[in-house]
Each structure stands twice: as C-alpha cells, then as structure tokens.
C-alpha cells in the first residue's frame, strides 16, 4: 500500500493521465480510446475509497486530515505562509512535511501545493469517481452511433477525463487559491463539453452563457478569497483562514460579511441558484452524459461543497445564513415552478436539477440557526443521493434519446415502456427518489433537510420565523417536485405508443454497455441513501469527523440534534409527495393529454400562470435586458469610438493626400501656366513692396 | 528702386494719367489676343490707338513735369510710341512671319531711342545683331517648321485674362514706382514746393507741403532737400579755393537755408512762419540755380587742364556723383576702353559663351539619325 | 517744363518689358513666345542705356552689350531647340508638350473645337476636250 501522501496525488493524476494517453494515442485505438480515461476514473474510485477507509481508521478519537505535499514530505505543520513550523495545532495532525511544494511564492501570498482529505471530501470523491466512472462507461455506448463513432470521441473522453481531474482537485485541495483552481477547471471543462457539438450555434451558445454567467460568480468568489486574504493575516490555507477569521466576527464583521457575501456569489453561479441558473438548463445542449456528470452530479455541488467546507465562518454570521436559505428557498420554488409545463425531458431534469440544489442550500443556510454538523450533513447527504438519482434519471433520459434517434421532445413520443423496458425501470427508480416516496434514498435526505428547517424555525435566534416560512416554500416545492417528476415518467413511457420518426425502423433497447450503468445507479438511488444513514448511520458520523464540522461545532455551542426520526413531519412530507404523483397519474398516465400538440388544450383557467411557467418566467429576457443589451449597447459604443479613433487617424493621413490632390493639379505640363505662376509671384511681391508697403 | 519707392510717401491724388493707358492698354490686348471664335479686331485696334495715345500723354506730361518742345522730345515721343505700338501688334499677330516683322520695326524703334541716349554703337551692333541675324533666323525657322496638321495653335492663347493682368499690373507697379522716384528726386517738383510754401499764408498749408512730422523726426520738405543735394552733388564742405565762386556761394546759400529751415520746421511753431517763407524762397532760386549749373554742364570745380589731356574735363566723381548728363562723343573708344579695362574678364566669358552656344546650337539641332535618342 | 529724362525712357522700357511678358505667357506658338522674350530683352537694354546715359559712364552700356551677345546665344539655342521640338511633334504648338505633369492629371486640351474646315466649292467639271459628252439619246421628230 503507498504512503498516503502519495495516494492523494493518484487521485486527480490517475484521469488526468488517461486524458493526455486518450488525446495522444486515440486515434490508433478506436473505440477503445476511452479506455484510458475509464481506467484512470477506476483507479482513481479505488484510491478513493481507500483514501476514506484510511481517514476512518485513524480518525476514531481526534479527526484527522490526510495530507498530500510535495515529495519528501515530514511530519511538522505548516504555518500560514506554508513554511513548517512547530506550532501545535490543535487536533489536526498534519501526516504531511518539510518541504512541500509551493505553486506560487510571492511574498505575503503563498499558495502550497497540498492536498488533504477529511471526511467531507472523502465523501465528494467517492460520490464524483464512483458516479463519473459509470457515466463514462455509458457514454461509451452513447457516443456510438449505430456503428459508428461520434467524429469528437476523443476529445469527448479527454475532457471528461480532464474535469474528473478538475473536480477531484477542487475538493482534495487545502487552500483556496488550489481550490479555486479546480473550480475554475471544471468551469472550462463545462463549457468545453457543453460547447462539444460547437457546430450548432445553440451548443456554442449555451457553452458561453453557461461560462460568462458562473464567471459572473466566479468574480465575487476570488474577491471574497483576497478579502479573506488579506484580513486574515494572508493565510489561504483552509484551517489557517478559519481560525484567524473567528477573530473577525467580533473585529470587523462588515468585513466577514462582505466576503462571505461576495464567496456566496462564486457559490451561487456554480450551483446555479437564483438568479445565476439561467445558464443550467440551457447547458442541457451538451450530450447527455456530461449533463449527468457535471450538471447534476458534481460540478454543481461544488458549490455546495465549498460553502460546508467554509462553514466554519458561514455559521458566525446569521445574517448571511439566512440569505443562503431564502436564495435557496427561491430558487427551488421557481425551478419547480418552471419545470412544471415544460415539455423537453432533459430540460425538466435541468430544473429538477436546480430546484434540488436550491433544497441543500436552504440545508446549509441554517448552519448558524442550529447544530452546524445537521445542517452539512443534510446538505451533504442530499448531495450524495441526488447525486445518485438525478444521474439514473439522466442517463435514462440519454438512453431514451439514444433510441429516439435524438428526440427528446416529449410531445412526440409517448408509451415507451413496452419498448425500453431497462430504462422505465431506472427512469422509474430515480423518479420515486425524487419525489421522495418513503423508504427511498431521496426520501431519507429531503426528509433530514425538512427537519432541520423546522428544527431552525423553532430554535433559531434570529430569523426563525423566515426559517420556518422557508420550510414551508420547501414543502410546497416537495409537491411540485413530485408532480412533474411524474408528468415526465407518464408522459415518456406511458400512453399509446408513438414514437418519432427519427427512432428508425424499431427503436430497441439501449446496449449492455450503457443499461449497466443505468442498473447500478438505479439501485443506488433506490438503496444508497437508506443504507447510508438511518439503517447505519454511518454517513453522519463519517461525516462529523470532518475538521470543518469540529471546528463549526467548537464554536457554535449549539445543542447536538438528536438523530431520531420526526414521524410526523416524515408522513406528511411522504403525503404530499404521494399526492403529487397521484395528480400527475390522474392527469397523465392515460396519455389522453399526450396526444401532439395536447398542451394547447390545457385548461384555459391556468392560462395566465401556465405560460408564465412556460415561458421559464421570463428571467433570461430580463437578463438579456438588464445586462446584455447594456453590454452590447456599451461594445456598440466602444466600437464607435476605436472608429472614431481609426478616422481620426485615418484624417490625418487624408488631409496631406488632399492636399496634394489639390495641389498636383497646378503640375500640368504647360510652360505657360508655370511662367504665369512665377510672373504671379512676382508682381504680387513687387506691387506690394511698391503700392502697400510705405514708411 | 524698387526699395526706394516702397520707402516714398504714396501720391496724394488719383493718377489718372497712368491708369487711363494701363486700362485701355487691357482692354485693346484682351479684344485683340487672337480667338478661335474670331476677335474685333476694329475695337482693339480702336482701343489699342486710344492706349497709345494715353500713354503718349503720360511720358509727355505725367512723368513729373510738361516736356519742353525740342526736337528731342519729338524723337523720343515718336520712337516710344512706335515701339510700344508695334510691340503691341506684335504678340497679337496670328501668323508668326508678320510677328517677326513687327519686331524688326520694335527693334528699329528701340535703336533709336538708343540713338538719343548717345549711344550711336549700341544702335547700329542692335540693328546688325537683331534685325540682321536674329530675326532673319527666325524667319528661316518658321519657313523651315510649316505646320502638317491642321491646328490653330496660332489662333489661340493661353490664358489671356491671367497673362495681360498680370502684365499690367507690374506695368502699373513700374510705372508707379518710377514716377514716385522721380517726384522724389525731381528738384523741379522740389522747387515747385517751396514756392508754395513761399507764397502761402496759413502755417497749417505750410505744414502740409512740408510735411512736418513731428518733433524730434525731420520733415519730409527736409529730407528732400537732403537728397536733393545728395543728387545735385554738392559738396558737404565747401571749399573756397577749389570751386567756381558763383558755384561756392549758391552751395553756402543753400546749405545755410537748408539748415535754417530745417531746424525752424523742427521747432514747428506757427510764429516762425516768416522765417520758413524767407527760408523757403531762397532755397528755390538756389535750387534752381544750380540746377541750371548742372545742366549746363559747365564744370563746378576749377580745374586747370594739361596741355596732354586726352579728354575733355571729367568731373570729379568723388564729389559729384550727379555729374552733367554728357556721354563722351568718342562713344566707340570710350567702350573700348571701358570694356577691355573695367570688364575683361566679363568680355572673356561672354566669348567662351559665344563659342558654347554655338557648339550648342549645332549639336542640338544637326541631323539625327533614325531611331537615336535625342 | 522739363526735359527727356531717365522716367521717361524707364517708363518705356517697362512698356516693352510688359508686353513681352504678356506675349511670352499667351501665345502659343514657340517662335512668338521667343520674339516675345527678346523684346523683354529689348526693354531692359533699353533700360540699361538711359541709366548709362543718366549717370554718364559707360556701364550701361557696356551691360547693353553683354546683353546683345546672351540674346544671341540665347537666339541660337533656342532655335535649335525649336527645330528638336519641331522634329518630334511636326508641330510648333507649345501645348503638345504636356509630359511633364503630374501622372494622374488628365492632359490638357482645347474647350473650343477646332473651326469646321470651309467645305471645297464644287467646281463643275468641264469632260476632256474633244469628246462627246454622254447624254441621252433623244429623237427628234
């Protein structure tokens, strides 16, 4: 077994080496060109996973990090400037060295670069390889058309192995600046991979709004990290951050506050919150597979992920936290709002997507209100199984386009249960997680996030009763979720059978290679988050090991939340869920409103809100007006002045040539006209020296 | 000249006996310049004669002063006239051969006037020179150059309005700045002034003619007096026992006057008016007085001739630069002496430029061969 | 009442000066514009003898006479000159010459058109004398 410390290196190395082999040599190998990357994604599952049994073991009395520096590796701490000290800190034992390797060096600003891995990201990098290595293997089926290979394959894998890369860089790192360097490299893998078919212009421009708007987010998320920065005594290490910033509450918490609030925005465009989602369900434009990977399983929750790995400071300051939850609360009710009359599959799982990120922040944002280790674990474990599930949905939704010949539109097919019967089964499993029928995994996390808003509402210092407004928004958005979760499975697989003509001769089910996976998500969705906390609650207690979570707790002196289940908020919640999917039965499993064009018969008393939620509430026409047209109103102007530039120069080179033009015609050829012209010239000095010029 | 007319006070009144020539003189030039549309040839001329005549008017009586009726004011109004006439005709010709000829008679006019200007060699090497060689080769040249295609260059001219403005407008410039330089310098206009001043009563007329300026700057009376007498050559000094009496006194007289007059105008006071008029008067008839010396040409310095001497007495050019208008009547000798003395070298290089021009003349115009490069 | 004085034969000599300027730049025959320029020429002697005669030496003329010597060296040259031009354009026409000017002005050329040629008179035409003219051939009742 290698030394720790170079285990934590496989981890983002092993897919970052399948990448550069796939690039180099995919050309001699086919279809198996993703082998490299599939391989690079297992192994690095397995160092995963070891990495997490290995934080186990040692972290059964004080919690422990596992660090990764540089080669050569001691065994003293390190001091904020990333030079080894002999300060005791406290529980963390640092299992890293002398000598680590610095990324940037610049006096007050230095940037180590060293991994480490706590039980929170132990948990993110088991949720990222495990899932990322089963949508590679169906993507393997699904980039396969028919025979022959999409004419990107290689570059497809690459980028994929690129942003397991990115990703797994992004919650291994120990400092901010390393973090924001993975968080930037998902970003581009994003757009890069949404962008994939650049040849049609809505991929290209999804792929751009998709990048401008989270690095509208982005701006605010390095703001905030300088501002932490510099008043932190120029630490960037996350530790080192976290115990100089719990002086600042007290100091300046305008300051805290401020870049809380500015790392917030950064949070925000990645996990596609109010109003920075706009970008997600268009980013459904990439292939489907990359829609599972990044946009509802990993690099959405990165977001997520940053805000509980900072929860030592977000829970200091309330106000923030209940801005977390409102934003939280809004984003899930308006996507579920949306996602409700939409008619494209992929785009009602984009929503979903959006709605169920707005429920683990409405998690975390009640961090301060009560017990910060509920509050992450809820988020957390609402991440780990919408991870599961919103995968299985959207590799169901990729297998049914696969065999669609690419239509995703449900209006034009309906009944598909006779003919993909894998995947009804999968789309079926992950749309009862969803909805968070009872006893499933979605059930259990929505569950733990219900109790804790109500948990803050009744125990919150500040603010309770917007906690518990808030929890009602969430119970509202459980019912919606429901319901249009299962408009989509009637819809889909339900009804006559249509089919569209793209489908081909007989559209059949998906190959082995891509219904495995499909498979093992689905009965990860199913089983996964029962199995992780209520029958053994070992999620949880993984989870409360985490340094950030002992040090929220040190600080918070809050009262632990007892882990009992609260019976009557789990019947109704599963109450309202199950009405969700009976009304969505009754409307829709008979198909009588799946005929073509059936929408336009919807009732006209929902008129006014059906087109509103039709119409995704018009929030990218207000984008468009606030900021775009302003932009392209300012690049206009910006235009008209380099022009205005470019004709200044370009009058001082005209006004010698005019001048000229003007002049050469005085050389004509003709003595008579220049002896006049000298005679001119003469007598016009000489009558004026004569005539005029007198003493 | 030119400078020393810029330097002179403008006339007071309009000239009309030099713009009634220049205007006419346009206008017969304009109508006659030869047109492809055809020309009034009966209204140019008509004009044309009119110009003449103005003109003849301004060199009779506008160029300082009536003209006395001798013999040599007839010649040289005839000559003038006739030149100026058929210089006239000679650029608005439209066939070249009549041009040529109409110079000759330009040429044959303007030796005349060289004739009257004493300059008898002068006369007869312009009309072997010119009317001999130059103009029989350009006639030979228009015989030998006859035009093949039909044009009418000789039918038109380039820009008529532009060349006879501009011609005349530096003939009005000259024209001006000679007559300004001659009432200047004129001692008649001079005396003429001072006898206004003379008879006048009022101080303020007095000023005027003068010309008083102003304090501490002398008036402009003074300062023609001053070259008055530069241009009469008066000695600054007179010296007793080298010039003519009667030359001596009317030099002293003069010098006096000039400087009382000088510093009463200074003084510029209406109570000194009788002294002015006292000043004034003398000053005229000295004025006069030696103008008449000059022009009689008899000699202010006395000078004792040696029995030896070649010519007749020269004056002194030291102290007299205006010396009386006599050319040696040995016209001949006199260039040859001046010419092979004071002008040798001019004489050498105006004979190697003779012998170039000539080589010139033969390289470019000989026969080419067909096909060389000119 | 005054005598022939220098204005006066300056006033003249400026006369000729000037109207051989104004024939130099308008017409457009070279032998004109030639004479022209000698009769500047003519002037300016003119000028040169009264100055000599006003100052009463002999530099005027002298001058005068260095002036007859250039004009016919002048004469020569030009002419030879003429008869080149002449040669290369069978024209004595000034305006031919317009190489010289700037490559993208046009040339110049005549506004008014050359006068229309006065169409022959049709002379009749007498048949060789001692032949019969052809007529018709008329009987006579």
């Known amino acids: 077994m290698p030394e720790p410390s170079v285990l934590l290196w496989y981890i983002p190395g092993l897919p970052l080496l399948g990448a550069i082999v796939c690039l180099l040599f995919g050309k001699y190998l086919g279809r198996c060109a993703a082998l490299p990357v599939i391989l690079g994604a297992v192994l690095s599952f397995a160092a995963s996973v070891s990495t997490a049994i290995e934080v186990q073991t040692r972290g059964v009395a004080p919690p422990v990090a596992i660090s990764a520096g540089g080669p050569g590796a001691g065994a003293a701490p390190i001091d904020r400037k990333g030079r080894v000290t002999t300060e005791d800190r406290g529980p963390t034992v640092v299992v890293g060295g002398s000598g680590t390797l610095t990324w940037i060096d610049l006096g007050d600003f230095q940037v180590p670069l060293v991994l480490s891995a706590d039980p929170l990201t132990c948990i993110m990098l088991i949720v990222i390889t495990f899932i990322g290595t089963w949508i590679f293997v169906f993507a393997v089926g699904y980039m396969d058309h028919h025979g022959h290979l999409d004419p990107g394959y290689i570059r497809f894998f690459a980028l994929v192995g690129l942003f397991l890369t990115a990703m797994t860089l992004l919650v291994l790192a120990d400092n901010f600046i390393l973090m924001f360097a993975g968080w930037e490299g998902v970003g581009v893998c994003s757009y890069l991979l949404v962008g994939y078919w650049y040849y049609k212009p809505a991929a290209a421009a999804a792929a751009r709004k998709a990048f401008l708007v989270t690095r509208l987010g982005d701006v605010g998320l390095i703001l905030g990290i300088m501002l932490l920065w510099s008043a932190t005594d120029y630490s960037l290490t996350f530790d080192a951050v976290f115990d100089r910033a719990q002086a600042l509450a007290t100091t300046r918490p305008g300051l805290l506050t401020a870049s809380l609030l500015l ?269 992780a906390e209520p029958i053994t609650g070992f999620f949880g207690h993984f989870l409360e090991k985490s340094t950030v979570l002992q040090a929220a707790e040190a600080r918070s002196k809050l009262p632990a939340i007892d882990h009992a289940l609260n019976w009557s908020l789990a019947i109704g919640s599963s109450l309202v869920a199950l009405a969700g999917v009976l009304l969505a039965a009754f409307m829709y499993a008979s198909g009588a409103r799946n005929a073509p064009l059936a929408d336009g018969a919807v009732p006209k008393a929902r008129g006014r809100f059906y087109y509103l939620s039709l119409n995704k509430l018009y929030v990218d026409e207000m984008f468009t007006v606030l900021f775009v047209k302003p932009l392209t109103g300012l690049a206009w102007a ?55 010029a007198s003493r | 000249m030119i400078l020393y007319a810029a330097s002179l006070e403008p006339a007071e009144r309009t000239n009309w006996e030099l713009f009634v020539p220049l205007l006419l003189g346009i206008m017969s030039i304009l109508y006659l310049l030869p047109r492809p549309s055809g020309r009034s040839l009966r209204l140019g001329s008509l004009l044309g004669v009119l110009a003449v005549g103005a003109f003849g008017y301004l060199l009779v009586a506008g160029m300082g002063g009536l003209l006395e009726p001798n013999p040599e004011t007839v010649l040289f109004t005839a000559f003038s006239l006739l030149a100026i006439t058929f210089a006239a005709m000679m650029i608005t010709q439209i066939n070249p051969a009549h ?210 001497s070649v010519a007749k007495p020269v004056p002194d050019r030291d102290r007299s630069p205006y010396p009386p208008r006599q050319l040696p009547a040995a016209n001949v000798s006199a260039l040859g002496r001046s010419l092979f003395t004071d002008h040798l070298l001019a004489v050498e290089l105006a004979g190697t430029l003779l012998l170039v021009a000539t080589i010139g003349a033969i390289l470019i115009a000989g026969r080419r061969e067909r096909g060389t490069v000119s | 009442m005054t005598t022939v004085g220098l204005p006066h034969y300056l006033a003249v000599g400026a006369a000729l000066f000037c109207i051989g300027a104004i024939g130099f730049l308008s017409r457009r025959n070279l032998i004109l514009m030639f004479l022209s320029a000698e009769m500047m020429l003519q002037g300016v002697a003119l000028n040169m003898v009264a100055f000599s005669r006003h100052y009463g030496n002999m530099h005027g003329q002298i001058f005068t006479m260095f002036l007859i010597a250039v004009a016919a060296c002048e004469a020569g040259i030009a002419l030879a000159l003429i008869i080149s031009l002449y040669r290369r354009s069978r024209s004595l026409d000034i305006s031919v010459w317009q190489d010289l000017r700037e490559p993208d002005t046009a040339p110049m050329t005549d506004l008014e058109p050359l006068p229309k040629p006065e169409p022959e008179e049709d002379m009749p035409r007498l048949p060789v004398a001692g032949r019969e003219p052809a007529h018709e051939e008329t009987y006579y009742a």
Request: contains cysteine.
């Open chain 1, 263 to 531: 790392i917030l925005c950064g949070c925000f465009g990645k996990s596609a919150q109010f109003p920075l989602y706009v970008w997600l369900p268009d980013a459904m434009e990439g292939p489907t597979p990359v829609s599972a990977l990044i946009h509802a399983a990993t690099m959405v929750t990165a977001g997520v992920y940053l805000i509980a790995r900072c929860i030592p400071i977000f829970a200091l300051v309330p106000e923030v936290q209940i801005f977390i939850t409102l934003t939280g609360g809004v984003t899930a009710l308006i996507a579920a709002f949306i996602a409700l009359t939409q008619t494209d599959l992929k785009r009602v799982l984009a929503y979903s997507t959006v709605s169920q990120l707005g429920y683990m922040f409405m998690a975390l944002g009640t961090a301060g209100a009560i017990s910060p280790t509920f509050a992450v674990t809820a988020a957390v474990f609402h991440l780990f199984t919408h991870a599961f599930f919103k995968a299985v949905l959207f590799l169901s939704a990729g297998s049914v386009m696969h065999s669609m010949g690419d239509v995703i539109d449900m209006r034009r097919f309906s009944g598909l249960r006779k003919v993909l019967p894998i995947t009804h089964l999968t789309f079926l499993a992950g749309s009862l997680a969803l909805a968070g029928l009872p006893l499933l995994s979605g059930f259990w996390s929505k569950d733990m996030i219900l109790e804790a808003l109500l948990k803050s509402g009744e125990d919150a210092p500040k603010f309770a009763k917007l906690y518990w407004f808030v929890f009602g928004v969430a119970i509202l958005t459980a019912g919606m979720t429901a319901f249009y979760t299962f408009r989509a499975y009637f819809r889909t697989f339900w009804g006559p059978k249509r089919l569209p003509e793209e489908a081909g001769d007989h559209p059949h089910e998906s190959p082995l290679v891509m219904t495995l996976p499909l498979l093992v998500l689905g009965a990860g969705a199913l089983v996964a988050g029962a199995v």
């Open chain 1, 638 to 692: 910006a235009r008209a002045a380099e022009n205005l530039v470019y004709d200044l120069v370009r009058l001082v080179s005209f006004v010698p040539k005019f001048v000229g033009s003007v002049l050469a015609p005085m050389q004509n050829g003709l003595v008579q006209f220049y002896a006049l012209s000298m005679m001119v010239g003469v007598v016009a000095l000489v009558s004026y020296l004569v005539l005029f």
């Open chain 2, 99 to 308: 041009s040529a000829i109409c110079f000759a008679v330009v040429v044959l006019s303007v030796c005349g006037l060289f004739l009257l200007n004493a300059a008898p060699f002068l006369m007869a090497a312009t009309v072997i020179i010119y009317g001999g060689a130059i103009i029989v080769t350009f006639l030979f040249v228009i015989m030998l150059s006859q035009q093949y295609s039909q044009s009418d260059a000789n039918n038109r001219s380039r820009e008529p309005f532009g060349s006879a403005a501009v011609g005349f407008i530096l003939l009005g410039t000259l024209l001006v700045g000679v007559q300004r330089v001659h009432t200047h310098t004129s001692i008649d206009t001079l005396v003429a002034d001072l006898n206004a001043i003379a008879a006048s009563e009022d101080y303020a007329e007095v000023a005027k003619i003068a010309g008083v300026r102003g304090k501490d700057v002398d008036s402009r009376l003074v300062v023609r007096l001053r070259d008055a007498s530069k241009h009469l050559g008066l000695p600054a000094t007179p010296d007793k026992t080298r010039l003519v009496p009667a030359y001596f006194e009317e030099v002293t007289t003069f010098q006096e006057r000039e400087l009382s007059l000088k510093t009463d105008l200074l003084d510029n006071k209406p109570t000194l008016l009788k002294e002015i008029r006292d000043d004034a008067r003398e000053l005229a008839s000295t004025l006069a007085t030696l103008k008449a010396m000059k022009q009689s040409g008899e000699p202010a310095v006395r000078v004792t001739l040696s029995e030896h």
